[in-house]
């Protein structure tokens, strides 16, 4: 397996969809990393539609990562910020609506949630991190259809045992599967693909987010 090697800064062009940047995107969101584990945040550039439009997103997606984490940095960050800003009183939609969509599961052997969420804000929220990770690696914008799934999070209808299927071999390819260097590991781990063949084209990543939160990402590559 390699091992990513860094490299220089892409033109400023947003990440996402190639428009001149007016600002910079954290990937993953930088509200994810609490204090002690904001070293060498990944940045790409970014558009306002692809970064501050995104913000409430972000902040949802805060609670639904750290709730679902299985080690103590997601135990302390989701009752030493996470919590207290879901006190505030224009949120007890979100709490009450929390409750009721999430249910107990084991992942490895770990007791965490699992959460039904809007299909259309799940897939927003992570092909953003995906599109950004694909920036941040390949230096150019992902062209094609974004897939994730994530065994923590359900979407009704999604055969996640097919799309693991699909995705999981790649990441097992060594001549292709690279492990992501990072430097805050409690709060986020990766590994990606990059597959150039005759026959095929793809782009697979496996987010980790507090060493119990998996999700696979796919970028198929448009024809």
Not at 49 to 69: P, T, V
């Amino acid at each position: 397996m390699r091992i990513e090697k860094s490299g220089q800064s892409a033109a400023k062009k947003c990440y996402w969809c190639g428009n001149p940047a007016t600002s910079v995107e954290h990937v993953p969101p930088r509200n994810l990393f609490p204090v002690g584990h904001t070293k060498d945040l990944i940045t790409v550039p970014s558009c306002k539609a692809h970064n501050e439009d995104l913000h409430l997103l972000d902040e949802r997606f805060r609670f639904y990562i750290q709730a679902c984490g299985t080690n103590d940095v997601a135990l302390v960050a989701l009752k030493d910020k996470t919590i207290r800003s879901l006190s505030r009183p224009e949120r007890p939609g979100l709490v009450k609506s929390l409750a009721s969509k999430s249910h107990r599961i084991n992942v490895g052997g770990h007791p965490t949630f699992a959460m039904e969420i809007n299909p259309s804000d799940q897939n927003l929220y992570f092909e953003k991190i995906v599109r950004g990770m694909y920036f941040h690696l390949l230096k150019q914008p992902a062209v094609g259809q974004v897939v994730s799934a994530s065994e923590q999070f359900i979407v009704p209808g999604l055969d996640y045992e097919h799309v693991k299927k699909t995705i999981v071999p790649l990441l097992n390819v060594p001549k292709f599967a690279v492990l992501g260097q990072v430097s805050n590991p409690k709060v986020f781990q990766y590994k990606y693909a990059h597959v150039i063949e005759k026959s095929r084209k793809a782009f697979a990543i496996m987010l980790r987010f507090y060493e119990g939160v998996e999700v696979l990402g796919l970028v198929i590559a448009a024809n």
